[in-house]
């Protein structure tokens, strides 16, 4: 069983950066790939990055790529996304999830967080 939880949203101006993290809670953690996903309401939920169990794998939406980047640190059960160069277009509800065998639709996953609000004015 994992537990997750986002920390870090906020209002930031465009061309700022925030960073999220997403805690996790359970032993096993480090066995699990974790993505971000980010949801407008009324839109569909939008991949934005993974990266694998131990760290060494990672992928990128091409709307964020060279921008944002993803990192983990087990020992601490926290991943990071580091995001800058933000535009009004990455406002959104972020959510990390978990799951063994990461995949880009969000069906691959058991363990989801409750979502933090970024949002970029203009």
């Known amino acids: 069983q994992v537990q997750l939880v986002e920390f870090g949203g906020g209002l930031v101006q465009a061309g700022g950066s925030l960073r999220l993290s997403c805690a996790a809670s359970?032993?096993?953690?480090?066995?699990?790939?974790v993505t971000w996903f980010r949801q407008v309401p009324g839109k569909e939920r939008e991949f934005v990055a993974t990266?694998?169990?131990?760290?060494?794998?990672?992928d990128y939406a091409d709307s964020v790529k060279g921008r944002f980047t993803v990192s983990r640190d087990n020992a601490q059960n926290t991943v990071y996304l580091q995001m800058n160069s933000l535009k009004p277009e990455d406002t959104a509800v972020y959510y990390c999830?978990?799951?063994?065998?990461?995949?880009?639709?969000?069906?691959?996953?058991?363990?989801w967080g409750q979502g933090t609000q970024v949002t970029v004015s203009s």
């Open positions: 990266i694998s169990w131990g760290g060494g794998g990672t």
């Open positions: 999830a978990a799951a063994k065998v990461p995949g880009r639709t969000g069906s691959e996953y058991t363990y």
């Open positions: 359970g032993r096993t953690f480090g066995n699990y790939a």
